[in-house]
């Protein structure tokens, strides 16, 4: 290591005061893989520049370094054979006290804007790494193109360290990027990752360290100095232990796809390419209906292009769910995904194009913003999403069925005594002021389910533009039970949804209302030969009165699955995880399925 006394004292008061502290010319985060590792902050600092030299192609790889460093980490890498170049914005002078001290060292001036001199006739370089510099940018945009153009194709890699922010308040008031906004920049520029460590826990104890430093060496330093340091750095220890702050690791690669969020008109090579993949036509007024004019929020779309050409797709639709005697929160609803037959071989797990749209997907709209979507997967794609997207089955669909037989005991009509104690059950293509009475009835008696209101009703049911579908709602003296949701198909019943209030009526109201749909469908010309739908295993109360009604449960016949993928604790531990199954009601109107 070079004499630090010729450089600290033209570096910028930040990292002056980080060198004199940590007397080691790395100015930088250190690494501890456990908390009680009982490192220095020099040898910290000296971990922490192994464990990121160990992602690097080996030398003599051609390397630019972009960052505040005083020239240690560019010689060190130079040492081992690199072919280094170094981006320094710091002052003039600070550059010419690093060329002082490394005359070897080919230091450039500015940054990626305003470079003292070009860059371009030293590129294409093998490696860049952005050494938490990215700091210094307010627009990522155009850093990030400049990066692509500047790399070596087809394989060449960026290394980005970095301090990051998981809140946008906090992205306000330091100069911190979003997690999320550093990713979806270097997606749209295309790259892909290619490893990627949360090092938040193993580089935290830097600011402790640097201010027991300041504390003993308050002596030695002006106080007045150095208080402003010291309480920068508690700060930054607080937005850390808040979870408001980070520090992360990225390896990417460049790549010949682009990765972006939903921009106006996407839908149609959406549309044709989920043609080409699911061999079934969707319009785009179904598109905007489910994802557009979303009640709850959206469109929440992640693309990957090869020019004009959409080859992958993940997508989900915000819903409002209710917690557990609690209050609603908004989760989504997976929906439509796919990767395009000709580039199913791109990649392999986590580079792959699907898993490269998920992850801009879940960085986008998911971590931060709601705890677990959800979704009923099968095959392929539920092996898959074990493996790479962090997707955790929770419980098997069960398709429940009643055949004519057991429905040639049903009465046709209501009886005298029926309607002498008020019942009636109403036919209804719309949904009225009983859809909110039936929810706020019923909600606590089930658990976890979706927001049956008015509102979401409306959107689900009678917006959509592809069925027609029926409710039927069960009153007893003008006060709405319940309701059954359903359509026909061939001679089929499939009912959707059902919601009904918890009482000691409801097996006679959720009878009675099936009953009256028959009756009603039978009038109409439908013969009905069998009835069918999805229902899960909670509530017992719930599942007890389907089995009085003589349904029978199976398997669902294309083995779906209910999954999760979980954001925010609580639902990322496996006691979590058994509260869902445990709680959660749903039907196939839960899915896009129906």
């Given at each position: 290591?070079?004499?630090?006394?010729?450089?600290?004292?033209?570096?910028?008061?930040?990292?002056?005061?980080?060198?004199?502290?940590?007397?080691?010319?790395?100015?930088?985060?250190?690494?501890?893989?456990?908390?009680?590792?009982?490192?220095?902050?020099?040898?910290?600092?000296?971990?922490?520049?192994?464990?990121?030299?160990?992602?690097?192609?080996?030398?003599?790889?051609?390397?630019?370094?972009?960052?505040?460093?005083?020239?240690?980490?560019?010689?060190?890498?130079?040492?081992?054979?690199?072919?280094?170049?170094?981006?320094?914005?710091?002052?003039?002078?600070?550059?010419?006290?690093?060329?002082?001290?490394?005359?070897?060292?080919?230091?450039?001036?500015?940054?990626?804007?305003?470079?003292?001199?070009?860059?371009?006739?030293?590129?294409?370089?093998?490696?860049?790494?952005?050494?938490?510099?990215?700091?210094?940018?307010?627009?990522?945009?155009?850093?990030?193109?400049?990066?692509?153009?500047?790399?070596?194709?087809?394989?060449?890699?960026?290394?980005?360290?970095?301090?990051?922010?998981?809140?946008?308040?906090?992205?306000?008031?330091?100069?911190?990027?979003?997690?999320?906004?550093?990713?979806?920049?270097?997606?749209?520029?295309?790259?892909?990752?290619?490893?990627?460590?949360?090092?938040?826990?193993?580089?935290?104890?830097?600011?402790?360290?640097?201010?027991?430093?300041?504390?003993?060496?308050?002596?030695?330093?002006?106080?007045?100095?150095?208080?402003?340091?010291?309480?920068?750095?508690?700060?930054?220890?607080?937005?850390?232990?808040?979870?408001?702050?980070?520090?992360?690791?990225?390896?990417?690669?460049?790549?010949?796809?682009?990765?972006?969020?939903?921009?106006?008109?996407?839908?149609?090579?959406?549309?044709?390419?989920?043609?080409?993949?699911?061999?079934?036509?969707?319009?785009?007024?179904?598109?905007?209906?489910?994802?557009?004019?979303?009640?709850?929020?959206?469109?929440?779309?992640?693309?990957?292009?090869?020019?004009?050409?959409?080859?992958?797709?993940?997508?989900?639709?915000?819903?409002?769910?209710?917690?557990?005697?609690?209050?609603?929160?908004?989760?989504?609803?997976?929906?439509?995904?796919?990767?395009?037959?000709?580039?199913?071989?791109?990649?392999?797990?986590?580079?792959?194009?699907?898993?490269?749209?998920?992850?801009?997907?879940?960085?986008?709209?998911?971590?931060?913003?709601?705890?677990?979507?959800?979704?009923?997967?099968?095959?392929?794609?539920?092996?898959?999403?074990?493996?790479?997207?962090?997707?955790?089955?929770?419980?098997?669909?069960?398709?429940?069925?009643?055949?004519?037989?057991?429905?040639?005991?049903?009465?046709?009509?209501?009886?005298?005594?029926?309607?002498?104690?008020?019942?009636?059950?109403?036919?209804?293509?719309e949904v009225g002021e009983w859809a909110d009475l039936v929810f706020e009835q019923a909600r606590e008696a089930y658990g976890w389910?979706?927001?049956?209101?008015?509102?979401?009703?409306?959107?689900?049911?009678?917006?959509?533009?592809?069925?027609?579908?029926?409710?039927?709602?069960?009153?007893?003296?003008?006060?709405?039970?319940?309701?059954?949701?359903?359509?026909?198909?061939?001679?089929?019943?499939?009912?959707?949804?059902?919601?009904?209030?918890?009482?000691?009526?409801?097996?006679?109201?959720?009878?009675?209302?099936?009953?009256?749909?028959?009756?009603?469908?039978?009038?109409?010309?439908?013969?009905?030969?069998?009835?069918?739908?999805?229902?899960?295993?909670?509530?017992?109360?719930?599942?007890?009165?389907?089995?009085?009604?003589?349904?029978?449960?199976?398997?669902?016949?294309?083995?779906?699955?209910?999954?999760?993928?979980?954001?925010?604790?609580?639902?990322?531990?496996?006691?979590?995880?058994?509260?869902?199954?445990?709680?959660?009601?749903?039907?196939?109107?839960?899915?896009?399925?129906?």
């Amino acid at each position: 290591m070079s004499d630090l006394s010729k450089v600290s004292p033209l570096l910028p008061p930040e990292w002056r005061f980080h060198a004199l502290l940590s007397d080691t010319a790395h100015c930088h985060v250190g690494y501890w893989s456990t908390p009680d590792s009982p490192y220095t902050l020099a040898q910290a600092q000296d971990a922490w520049f192994a464990h990121v030299c160990a992602q690097l192609m080996p030398p003599p790889a051609k390397l630019l370094l972009i960052g505040h460093d005083t020239g240690a980490h560019a010689a060190s890498l130079q040492a081992q054979g690199y072919q280094v170049s170094l981006l320094c914005p710091w002052s003039e002078t600070a550059q010419v006290a690093i060329r002082a001290q490394y005359p070897a060292l080919d230091v450039q001036t500015g940054t990626l804007s305003a470079p003292q001199t070009s860059l371009d006739a030293l590129a294409p370089f093998d490696v860049i790494w952005m050494l938490e510099s990215l700091q210094d940018y307010s627009e990522l945009a155009p850093v990030f193109r400049q990066l692509r153009a500047w790399l070596t194709p087809p394989q060449g890699r960026l290394l980005l360290t970095e301090p990051v922010s998981y809140h946008a308040h906090t992205h306000k008031i330091a100069v911190v990027h979003e997690v999320n906004e550093i990713e979806f920049y270097w997606a749209a520029a295309g790259f892909f990752v290619r490893h990627h460590e949360n090092l938040t826990a193993q580089t935290s104890p830097t600011y402790q360290q640097l201010q027991g430093a300041a504390q003993a060496a308050i002596d030695d330093l002006t106080r007045a100095e150095l208080e402003p340091q010291v309480q920068h750095w508690q700060t930054q220890q607080q937005r850390i232990d808040k979870g408001q702050m980070g520090y992360e690791l990225w390896l990417l690669e460049t790549s010949d796809y682009q990765v972006h969020g939903y921009r106006g008109g996407d839908e149609q090579a959406i549309l044709e390419t989920f043609q080409k993949v699911f061999n079934v036509s969707r319009s785009e007024k179904h598109w905007h209906w489910k994802f557009l004019r979303n009640p709850f929020g959206g469109p929440y779309v992640s693309t990957v292009w090869d020019g004009a050409l959409l080859v992958a797709h993940y997508t989900a639709y915000p819903v409002p769910l209710w917690r557990n005697g609690h209050s609603s929160v908004l989760t989504q609803q997976v929906a439509d995904i796919l990767t395009h037959p000709a580039y199913r071989g791109v990649g392999r797990g986590i580079t792959s194009l699907l898993a490269r749209a998920y992850r801009h997907f879940t960085r986008s709209y998911c971590e931060g913003h709601i705890p677990f979507f959800y979704g009923f997967l099968t095959g392929a794609h539920l092996g898959f999403g074990k493996l790479f997207l962090n997707y955790q089955p929770i419980t098997e669909v069960l398709e429940w069925r009643l055949n004519t037989e057991a429905m040639a005991h049903y009465p046709t009509c209501l009886s005298i005594s029926e309607r002498l104690l008020g019942y009636r059950v109403e036919w209804t293509e719309e949904v009225g002021e009983w859809a909110d009475l039936v929810f706020e009835q019923a909600r606590e008696a089930y658990g976890w389910l979706t927001v049956r209101s008015s509102q979401y009703l409306r959107w689900r049911y009678q917006q959509n533009p592809d069925h027609r579908y029926h409710f039927f709602v069960v009153y007893k003296r003008n006060k709405p039970l319940g309701w059954w949701l359903a359509r026909v198909e061939n001679s089929v019943l499939k009912i959707g949804d059902a919601l009904f209030v918890r009482q000691p009526q409801s097996l006679k109201a959720a009878r009675l209302g099936l009953n009256m749909a028959l009756c009603h469908l039978n009038r109409s010309g439908c013969e009905i030969r069998q009835i069918q739908g999805w229902f899960s295993q909670t509530p017992s109360w719930w599942v007890d009165i389907l089995k009085a009604l003589n349904f029978c449960p199976s398997p669902q016949p294309d083995g779906l699955t209910l999954c999760i993928s979980p954001f925010s604790s609580p639902f990322s531990k496996a006691t979590d995880l058994d509260v869902l199954r445990e709680q959660w009601y749903f039907t196939q109107g839960d899915s896009d399925l129906f």
